[in-house]
């Protein structure tokens, strides 16, 4: 599989694509496609930038990173207290750079308020990099708050991860008129990537009929691949090590480097 996504060449200086991962709904996979899609783009020779701007920080410890021990996180670079470089950390395992966070970014959505320039601290964070990086990826809070809002606007793009069942039906439309309100008042070139189908069970009638209604409705913004549940992806967490590397063989694993495929391919095409 590795060397199936890397045959897609990078193209001269460009700058980074930026994709926010987004769904209000917790529990649907959102930080597990953020670091295995991060690490399984590293495995195709990509430079990649993860951000973790979920105040649970479990993007932090999913890549191996100790959220208890860290002088400096993305709070601290959306409050103006540190620079990009200072808060960035190297995940040597995945081959990506990591923004990452911690309880304290709870905070920031309050005293966010008060700064100028509040939805817009993040994509002006990330202004000064984004030659270096081909991909970034940006793991958002499981709610529509002015984190994600910051998210939304940094990004080019929004993937967005939902189980098939009806809940993830009612809310997709809720995230869909966000994505709308962001792009007509702070973020016009902002579109949805796709929308990536987790916890996929086909012998799930469900999970069957909601799979049908997001392809009739979405179209070629449903990403072909699909993510099986598989205790792989569970595990790989506790380990510190995204499943793409903990288990690279198993259905969840090869389900990412998939997604990375499909995702590559797009840009091929754009």
């Known amino acids: 599989m590795r060397s199936a996504i890397s045959c897609f060449v990078r193209r001269g200086t460009e700058v980074a694509r930026v ?69 960035r950390v190297r995940v040597e395992r995945g081959g990506f750079d990591l923004l990452p966070a911690n309880r304290d970014l709870a905070g920031a959505e309050i005293e966010l308020v008060e700064l100028d320039g509040r939805e817009t601290r993040l994509k002006d964070a990330l202004a000064p990099v984004d030659t270096e990086y081909d991909f970034v990826l940006i793991d958002c809070p499981p709610s529509l708050s002015l984190l994600t809002v910051n998210g939304l606007t940094a990004a080019h793009r929004v993937l967005i991860p939902m189980q098939c069942e009806y809940y993830a039906l009612e809310g997709l439309s809720d995230l869909v008129s966000t994505i709308k309100r962001v792009r007509a008042n702070l973020n016009p070139q902002l579109e949805i990537a796709g929308l990536l189908r987790t916890m996929y069970d086909p ?8 799979s049908q209604q997001l392809e009739q409705h979405f179209g070629d913004k449903v990403y072909r691949t699909l993510v099986p549940r598989n205790v792989r992806l569970a595990e790989a967490p506790s380990y510190g090590v995204p499943a793409v590397l903990w288990d690279a063989a198993s259905k969840g694993a090869q389900a990412y480097l998939a997604l990375a495929a499909e995702i590559l391919a797009q840009g091929q095409a754009a």
């Open 19 to 87: 994709l926010a991962v987004v769904n209000q709904k917790g529990g649907v996979g959102k930080t597990t496609t953020s670091v295995n899609l991060a690490a399984a783009l590293a495995q195709a020779e990509r430079r990649v930038l993860l951000i973790d701007l979920d105040p649970q920080g479990n993007a932090t410890m999913g890549s191996g990173v100790d959220k208890r021990n860290l002088a400096r996180t993305v709070y601290h670079l959306l409050l103006g207290l540190a620079e990009l470089n200072v808060v």
């Open 203 to 210: 012998r799930n009638t469900l999970s069957q009929h909601v």
